[in-house]
């Protein structure tokens, strides 16, 4: 259940790369970083398209905790930097994605806006980078987000709740990638 899968994938967030960034200028935000990686059988170009896929990227994010599970993707416009989509979660909350870039099967990144309450009054913006590199029994998937935390002295527990949700709902959505592969 719920109580296993947390246990679980607190584990694996206690593995997980998270690098706090309390160090800013003033005129610069504060972000909490997080990161997530893991080797699939396939090629890179499988995995790319899994990553970019609209119709198939939903199903395989299903979140964790508060992280809403992904329902749908739809693209503005043909898939390219400048274009954008919408999320569409099943909190019933729709998030804008606008792509800063697109190169497959190598690297694919976006912006990530539009949070509402509660999560708006923690982050204010999200930026997700997507690599991939071959390697000889696959492909490793490389996943970094970085969040710009509303208010500095709401750090603390805007990083918490990175590193005790969203790094392991990303941890999920990569074995979820690795389990489609092996069906």
């Not at 259940?1 to 694996?12: E, F, L, M, V």
């Not at 606008?98 to 690297?107: G, K, L």
Request: aromatic share 10%.
């Amino acid at each position: 259940g719920y109580a296993g899968a947390w246990r679980r994938s607190a584990a694996a967030a206690a593995s997980s790369a998270w690098t706090p960034d309390p160090h800013c200028g003033e005129n610069q935000r504060m972000r909490v970083s997080c990161h997530a990686e893991r080797s699939l059988p396939c090629r890179p170009e499988v995995a790319f398209a899994m990553v970019a896929d609209a119709d198939r990227f939903p199903a395989l994010f299903t979140g964790f905790g508060p992280i809403p599970a992904i329902r749908g993707v739809r693209l503005h416009a043909p898939l390219a930097v400048g274009s954008t989509r919408s999320v569409h979660n099943a909190d019933g909350t729709v998030l804008e994605e606008t792509i800063i870039a697109h190169d497959p099967p190598v690297s694919h990144a976006y912006t990530l806006s539009g949070f509402t309450p509660p999560s708006s009054w923690l982050v204010s913006r999200g930026e997700a980078n997507w690599t991939i590199t071959g390697h000889e029994f696959g492909a490793r998937v490389s996943w970094d987000y970085e969040f710009e935390v509303t208010r500095r002295w709401l750090w603390p527990v805007s990083a918490l709740l990175v590193k005790l949700f969203m790094i392991p709902a990303m941890h999920r959505c990569l074995k979820n990638m690795e389990r489609a592969l092996g069906s």
